[in-house]
């Protein structure tokens, strides 16, 4: 059974920097691309950072772009999400998502979804 279990989040100030973490069970690690995506309020849910299958970062959205970092922990089975410089305008609910397809994955299609973490940063 595959598991993707997010936490991290929390309420932080503008400008602040906060750690995300997504725990992976269930399928391996070299098999998947696994992604960072958010959801904020009344909006549709997008993806900002996209690891290959190789654990090599491979795309960032232009809005993340050298503030965000994705990488993987094989010794804790993680995917995590460094935030620095956090604005307002990242507030949103952030999923781990783990796709077949990297490509995909830019588009928010993913095979497996965590349930989620709420991110909020304050002005």
């Known amino acids: 059974q595959v598991q993707l279990v997010e936490s991290g989040g929390g309420l932080v100030q503008a400008g602040d920097s906060l750690r995300l973490s997504c725990v992976v069970s269930?399928?391996?690690?070299?098999?998947?691309?696994m992604a960072w995506c958010r959801q904020p309020p009344g909006e549709e849910r997008r993806c900002v950072a996209v690891l290959g299958f190789t654990g090599n970062a491979l795309w960032y959205a232009d809005s993340v772009q050298g503030r965000f970092t994705i990488s993987r922990d094989n010794n804790k089975n993680t995917v995590e999400l460094q935030m620095d410089s956090l604005k307002p305008e990242d507030t949103a609910v952030y999923y781990c998502a783990a796709g077949l397809s990297a490509l995909n994955l830019q588009r928010a299609d993913a095979n497996y979804w965590g349930q989620g973490t709420q991110v909020t940063v304050s002005s």
């Open positions: 269930g399928l391996s690690s070299s098999t998947y691309a």
